[in-house]
Each structure stands twice: as C-alpha cells, then as structure tokens.
C-alpha cells in the first residue's frame, strides 16, 4: 500500500470528501489560500489515480507534485512560492493511462443572484438560459455548465460517460438560499448523454434522474439527457413574425386548424438504414418536405401538433412528458425542429404546439420525487396525484415551479417562434375536486373547490406570452362552464385568447349519430349552441379525442348506408365551418378515415383511390378555401353581431337556415343546412337584403361525391315578404347537404 501524506483538513473533512457526502464541496476541492502557512495549495478527488500534478496553463510547466492523503484517491498539496490564483491543469497517471484535465473545481459560481432571486420568487420567465445544460467558454476553456434545482438533495453529481457514470466525480456546488446546484465541466460538450445522481436529505441515493430542463434526450426507450450545441440556427421567418406580433388579430381572421400527431401522419415505407430515428417515422425536415405542403394545398390556417416536448411512452402520445424543453429525439434534433417551424412560417402556415402544464409521469428518470422529497409535485397525494391518468401534479403553489412552467411556455415562443400553445386539461388544472369524490380532495383557503395556485399560473403564463408575442394564440381545452376562460386576466379571466367548445361538439355529434328519422326530436342539439356561443372566443374542435377509444371514426359515426354516412359527413362539415368559432380537424378526418386512429401506424391514405374518400378530401380543401375568402364567414366569429338566425325552429324538416355577417360593408353569407336525405324544390327562405344569392359551395356537388342537386350558380330574390323578412329566394335543397350562398347585391 502507497504511503500516504497528512492531509490539512482533519478526518471527518477528508472522510466526508471520500464517502461523498461533503456538504460543501467546492470549499475544500480546487485551489484555497493555505490555511496557516500562506500560499496556495490545490486538492484534488480522482478515485483510481496513482499520481496527480499541478500544470501551469499559461506556461505548461510543472509547479508542483500533490500528495494522497486517503487512499480512495484524495490528493492535496502546496504550490510553492505561488502567492495568487492562476490557471492550472492536473496530469493525472492512471493505471492504463495518462491524462490531462482541466479542474472543474477551479472555476467560481456562473450563476447571476437576481437570476437566482427572481426564480424563486416564481417570476423568472426565461430560466432556460441558465439552467439545465449550456455550452460555454470560461476562462478560454470549452466545457459545459449544469445547472439544477435540487433544495432538499445532501448532494448532487452530473455523471455520464465523460465519468464512467460515477457519482464520485463532479459533485455540484450548492446555492443554499436557491436549493440551485452548479458545476462548470471542462471539455463536456455536445452529444454528451448525462443525468444527475441525487443523495437525498437522508443521504439515500435516488434513481438517476433527467434534466427537467434538459433541451434533448436520448431516443426512447434511453432516458438520459444530452447536452446540445448552442444553436447557429439562421432563421428565415424574420417578415413572419413580424407580421404576425403587429398585424395578426385572429378574432377577426380566418383559422382552420389541422391536428397532427407527428408519428402517424405519414410513415416511410422502408425502414432506415441508420438507427438515428425510428425504423419508419418521417423525421422533422422530411414532414417539412410532405407535411406542410399538404397543409397548405389543404386550405389550412394552422398546422396544430400533439405534445412534441420529450416523453418516454409512446403511447401516451406526448400527453405525460418528461423532457419538457427537448423536441422528441423520434424524428430528430432541435435545429430539425426548428427547420420545420421555419418551413411552416415560409408557406404561411402558423404552427401551434399542445402544451402540457398538467401532470407528468411517474416514471422513475423523470421529476417525481426529484430530490427525494415532493419537489415538482404536491406532496398530498389528494392534489398532488392524478386519479385518471395515474400522474403526478405539479404543486402549482410552489414559485419555483410557477417559474418552471412559465418559462417552458415562453421557451416555445422565444427560442422555436411557436405561434401558440394549446393548453391540455385545463380543467383537471381548475378544480381541487376534479374526478375526486367527497373526502378526495382538498378545499382552497376559501373554502372552496377552485385551484386557486393553478388559476394564477394559467394567468401568469397567458400575461406573460401575449406581453412578450403579442400575436400568438393560447388556446385552453376547457370541458367546464368555468366562466371567462377567453377573457382577459385583468377582467377576472382566464387570460387564453380561446377556448374549445367542448360542448357544441359534443351534442353536434350526438345529433349527427342519431337516424334522420328521429333527428326531429333532437333539434336543438344543432341549435343549442348558439345560445352561448358568443359568452368566449370558440374554437370548434373534431380533434383525436374524437376518434380513439373505441368511439369509431367520424365516418362510421354516420347513420345509413354508405353514401349516406358521406353525405351525412359532408353536410356535418359544411355546418361547422359555417358555424360562429374558428375550426379545428385532426388528421384523417379530412378524406373520412373509416377505422380509428391508431398512433403505432400511418393514416389509411389509399383510401383516396376511391372517389368518395377524394371528394370528400376536396370538399374540405373548399370549405377551407371559402371560408377564408368569404369575410362574413370568419370576420365576426367571436362576435354575436356576425351571427343571425333565419330559421332555427324547422325541427320537422330537420333544417337550419342562418346568416354570417362580416364587418360593415361586408357581404353577408346564407347558409342552408338539411340534415334528412329529402330533398326539396322551390324551398322559400327569407332573407333581409335583396339581390343575387350566388351559390358558393354546395356539400352535395357531384365532385365531392354528392347527387348534385342544386341552383345552378345561384339564385335572385324577389321582393315578396317571407317568414319576417322583407325578401324571399326559392332554393333547391339537396339531401343531406350544406349549402353556402354570397349576395351579390343588385346595382
């Protein structure tokens, strides 16, 4: 055994260095004034070193040899005549090897103390900059600076196979008022996979965990994280945003909404030769490539995608993230990514992400029990754990994560020029009681059933990212009558710019399911919604929601035979987008998908060999088209004024007749909507202006797979008195079909 020198810390110092449990480890490592005798000494932990020497950097000289105190490989020794700090290297000799390696216990705290203050007051929005992990240059020295919130951890170590994954190398340094763990490691660069070792409170190692912050994982089923290359991304949508942050008002534009889900769009047929993405899944720049041009030949406003922020299961489709700052690694990096955006701005097309502020997994890498102590999470399992989904729920009261969640909004926005964020389950966010019987759940300090933490982080979010990017969306899936949700935070609301009118798709799909022959009894299933359809600012969602879970596909969901179930389908459709509400369709839906979507495989997109399923694909591609060209159909769609009923009452023929109406000076739009297979003849409707009714749109066009019954471009009023209306047109209405009329006012 190697002869040993006396170290100058006492034994329990030099045990604690040796055993890891060293509470402050960057006061003892690294290079100190010489506790007694003046000068410097430098103390370096190597397990598995035979030798280490001091090397000045500026001039590759010897300055000295250190000594092993303790023989798991603590080294210690003074440097000479050396007064002031310099810039050193270690010569480390192992038993196979030799290296030199720059001391990571060298460098001071990186970290900025209002950086640190204003997370946690729970206002700091762009904590991204700084925590997780960063490139960066110190002292002219290349290398990588982690940064992690661990309050509750006795230590913290960033490991990967930079250390052999050993959590004896590179023990961080801690801000105790912050609970906020760093380290600066020399030479660590991109591609580097790494995870934190965390002994907690009682010094118990946990799992190794991921970066919450990290900006890549690894691809699923590995679960660590990677550092990345800070970015030399050149954008091209600089006239995009600009237009979008000083222009775009989407209360008053058209916005149709694709839903995609990024796996099962479209597949490649061949497997890949390389094992960089999965063997069949279109990577980020090949959906650029097929995707947004489909979505842009479609009529499409918005392209709107499934979570994209890390996940390790498939098939929770990205709605229980882990890595909730890393694009998925299945279909490649953050700078493909950002491709993909890019691509989306330059053909026009607004990319909308769902967002996931809800609940995350349990799964054991991920940020449950981070620490060892309920960190992200609420440690009472009646608000912190989510019944339904088997989650965990974040404790919204916790400022740290308030500037967790608000920065991972604003992330989005800043660093991938996101147009909008979809918030998922924003109900199971607002109430305390939410899918929880009596004596489940937890009162506010009111008393009452409101999440009162997760009302002010939906409000801090929806503030923060309309301050920031004036232009984009927020939209909330809200499935409750929470009052306000669209309106803005300092009128009591919510602060969202829209909200999905869970209820008018609901019972519009109930109506639709029902035979013709007893649609009669049910009338107002069609016409309830307007009722409140101006109290938010709607979006009409057929998402996936929609078409999974046994609940068929759109197609199937139609009474009837075959065509019977398209022109069901068809006229169903006409009614949306000619609804009050901006429009959302998710993927399939628009050429009648017939099975269920299923996430493990593409669409079914040879169904398009067969006419119905093409018409019905050019219908929505028309629909789309004349929703945008027709102001009346989209100017006022969050306005009650845009809005008129002509008949709402005629439950017997199961038909609606209703105006749009634009802004002033804007044409108004008729619409006819027959909802049984009967068609009519000389069908009298009146109208309030005089003048030609020119038929744009007709859901039952022989192009789109219809009988092509119809009124031959158009029809002129006559100025006969009719159901309170000082005009009357007589239309030929064909079965099971929506038609959309201009006027064209007489000269």
């Known amino acids: 055994m190697k002869n040993l020198a006396k170290s100058l810390l006492d034994n329990e110092e030099v ?10 480890i960057f006061s003892v ?36 040899e250190l000594s092993q105190v303790n023989q798991a490989g603590l080294f210690e020794g003074k440097l000479g005549r050396k007064r002031n700090v310099f810039d050193y290297r270690l010569r480390v000799v192992y038993k196979n090897e030799t290296v030199i ?3 990571p216990y060298r460098y001071p705290s990186l970290l900025k103390s209002e950086d640190l203050y204003l997370f946690c007051e729970g206002t700091h929005e762009q904590t991204y900059q700084w925590m997780g992990s960063h490139e960066k240059a110190v002292d002219n020295v290349k290398g990588t600076h982690f940064v992690v919130w661990a309050p509750d951890a006795s230590r913290v170590s960033v490991v990967g196979d930079f250390n052999f994954w050993d959590g004896r190398h590179h023990v961080m340094r801690k801000h105790p008022g912050s609970g906020v763990w760093e380290i600066f490691l020399p030479n660590v660069s ?4 790494y995870k934190y070792e965390i002994s907690d409170k009682h010094e118990q190692i946990q799992p190794l965990k991921a970066d919450p912050y990290t900006f890549s994982m690894q691809l699923a089923p590995e679960t660590a994280s990677k550092v990345i290359q800070n970015s030399a991304y050149q954008w091209q949508d600089a006239k995009w945003m600009s237009e979008r942050d000083s222009s775009s008002n989407h209360y008053h534009g058209a916005v149709s909404i694709y839903e995609v889900h990024l796996g099962s769009w479209k597949r490649n047929a061949d497997n890949r030769a390389d094992n960089s993405h999965s063997p069949s899944y279109l990577t980020y720049r090949e959906l650029a490539e097929q995707l947004v041009p489909y979505v842009v030949e479609m009529g499409f406003t918005h392209l709107q995608l499934m979570p994209v922020s890390e996940y390790p299961f498939d098939g929770s489709w990205g709605y229980q993230p882990i890595g909730l700052f890393a694009p998925t690694a299945r279909f490649g990096s953050a700078e493909d990514f950002k491709y993909f955006v890019d691509c989306c701005h330059s053909a026009g097309i607004g990319l909308l992400l769902d967002w996931v502020p809800g609940h995350f997994p349990t799964d054991e890498h991920g940020t449950g029990k981070f620490d060892g102590s309920c960190l992200y999470e609420h440690e009472d399992l009646r608000k912190g754990f989510h019944p339904d989904w088997k989650t965990l729920i974040y404790n919204y009261g916790r400022s740290e994560v308030q500037s967790y969640l608000l920065s991972n909004a604003i992330y989005w926005l800043d660093q991938y020029h996101i147009d909008g964020l979809r918030v998922d389950a924003v109900a199971s966010m607002l109430y305390l009681d939410y899918s929880r019987e009596a004596g489940e759940w937890l009162p506010n300090v009111h008393g009452g059933r409101e999440n009162l933490e ?18 984009v969306m927020m939209i909330a899936e809200e499935s409750t009558a929470w009052p306000g949700v669209s309106k803005p935070v300092d009128g009591g609301g919510l602060g969202f710019g829209f909200k999905w009118n869970m209820g008018w798709m609901n019972d519009t799909l109930k109506y639709m399911e029902r035979d013709p022959i ?26 996936h929601d929609e078409v999974v879970h046994g609940k068929g596909s759109l197609l199937n969901k139609m009474p009837g035979d075959d065509w019977q179930k398209f022109a069901n389908l068809r006229a ?12 959302l369709l998710f993927m399939g839906c628009e050429f009648a998908q017939r099975a269920e979507w299923n996430h493990d495989q593409s669409l079914d997109w040879h169904l398009l060999e067969h006419d119905s399923h093409k018409g019905m694909q050019t219908l929505i591609k028309d629909l789309n088209h004349t929703y945008r060209n027709i102001p009346a159909l989209h100017e006022l769609d969050c306005d009650g004024s845009g809005f008129e009923w002509l008949d709402s009452q005629n439950s017997a023929q199961s038909i609606l007749v209703y105006l749009r109406k634009g802004q002033a000076g804007t044409a108004p739009a008729l619409v006819v909507v027959n909802l049984t297979p009967t068609s009519y003849e000389n069908f009298s409707v009146g109208v309030p202006q005089p003048g030609f009714y020119r038929e744009c749109l007709n859901t039952d066009s022989s192009i789109y797979g219809g009988s092509n019954v119809g009124n031959s471009g158009g029809v002129n009023s006559v100025n006969e008195a009719y159901a309170g209306q000082a005009n009357k047109v007589s239309l030929s209405v064909p079965p099971l079909a929506t038609m959309i009329f201009e006027l064209q006012q007489n000269d």
Do not use: C
């Open 190 to 193: 991109a591609d580097a996979s």
């Open 518 to 543: 007893y649609r009669q009894h049910h009338h107002s299933e069609m016409t309830f919604g307007l009722v409140y359809s101006f109290s938010e600012n709607f979006v009409l969602p057929i998402s």
């Open 454 to 471: 997760a009302i002010d982080v939906l409000q801090k979010v929806n503030t923060r990212s309309y301050a920031k990017h004036p232009g």
């Open 572 to 583: 169903y459709y006409g009614f949306m987008w000619t609804h009050p509400g901006k429009k």
């Open 15 to 24: 045990s604690a260095i040796v055993n890891v449990k060293h509470r402050d």
């Open 101 to 103: 390696v720059d001391d």
């Open 29 to 64: 490592l690294g290079i100190h004034k010489h506790p007694t005798a003046g000068g410097l000494i430098v103390r370096a932990f190597l397990p598995e070193a035979l030798s280490v020497e001091v090397i000045e950097t500026k001039t590759n000289a010897l300055v000295a």
